[in-house]
C-alpha cells in the first residue's frame, strides 16, 4: 500500500523505469529501491493513484570490484552473496558484472524450508560517451515447502504443538524462472557541448 492506497498485482511495480509485470525475484541484484508517492502519470503513465515502487538493478562499472559475503540466521539458514563486476577490455568499453546469491533456510515448523539459487550476468556495451547498451539476464531456481499453517477446529486452532505440520514429508516444489532485459542509455548532453 502506497499512501493508503492498495496497488494491483505488480501493477505500480517498475524495474529501472520500465513497467515490469514480474515480481523480484531476489535482492542481491537490487542497487536501490526508488519510491515515487502521489499521481505520478505524467512520468509513466497510467499507474495506481497512491504511487509507484521503482527497482533499480546493479549495474556493471569501469572500476573493478569484488564482493563475497556469508549470512547466518536461525532454524539453519544459510546465504551466501557474490557480487563481481569490472571491465573486460582494456579500453572499459565493454563491462560486466555478475551477482548471485544461494539461500538455504529451514523453519521453526517440521518440513518447511526453501532453497534458492539465483544469479543474474550483466554486460554493458559503451563504445563512447553517448552510448550504452545493456543486456541483463536473471534465472532463479526455488526448491520450497511452503508453510500450511495449522488447522482450525470449531473456529480455533487446533491443540497441537506450533512446530507440527500436517505435511507429508519433506517433499518440495520446484520453481524454475528466466528473464532478461536489454534496454539503452543516452546520457545527457555535457556542459560544452550545449
Do not use: C
Request: aromatic share 12%; net charge positive.
Amino acid at each position: 500500500m502506497i499512501r493508503g492506497l492498495a496497488g494491483s498485482d505488480f501493477g505500480d511495480a517498475y524495474r529501472n523505469g520500465l513497467f515490469n509485470r514480474q515480481d523480484i525475484y531476489d535482492i542481491a541484484n537490487i542497487e536501490q529501491i526508488e519510491i515515487v508517492k502521489g499521481p505520478a502519470a505524467m512520468l509513466y503513465g497510467r499507474i495506481e493513484p497512491g504511487g509507484l515502487v521503482n527497482y533499480v538493478t546493479k549495474k556493471p562499472l569501469a572500476t573493478a570490484y569484488y564482493s563475497l559475503q556469508q549470512q547466518f540466521g536461525s532454524f539453519d539458514q544459510y546465504r551466501t552473496l557474490l557480487d563481481a563486476t569490472g571491465p573486460l577490455d582494456a579500453g572499459k568499453t565493454l563491462l560486466y558484472r555478475l551477482n548471485g546469491s544461494y539461500t538455504d533456510q529451514q523453519s521453526f515448523r517440521d518440513f518447511v524450508g526453501n532453497q534458492r539459487f539465483f544469479v543474474t550476468p550483466s554486460l554493458s556495451w559503451r563504445p563512447n560517451a553517448r552510448f550504452e547498451t545493456n543486456v541483463d539476464l536473471e534465472y532463479k531456481h526455488d526448491q520450497f515447502n511452503a508453510d500450511d499453517g495449522i488447522p482450525a477446529i470449531s473456529g480455533r486452532p487446533a491443540p497441537i504443538p506450533l512446530s507440527r505440520s500436517l505435511k507429508d514429508g519433506f517433499h518440495r516444489q520446484t520453481l524454475e524462472s528466466t528473464s532478461w532485459m536489454r534496454w539503452r542509455l543516452t546520457p545527457r548532453k555535457s556542459a560544452s557541448s550545449g
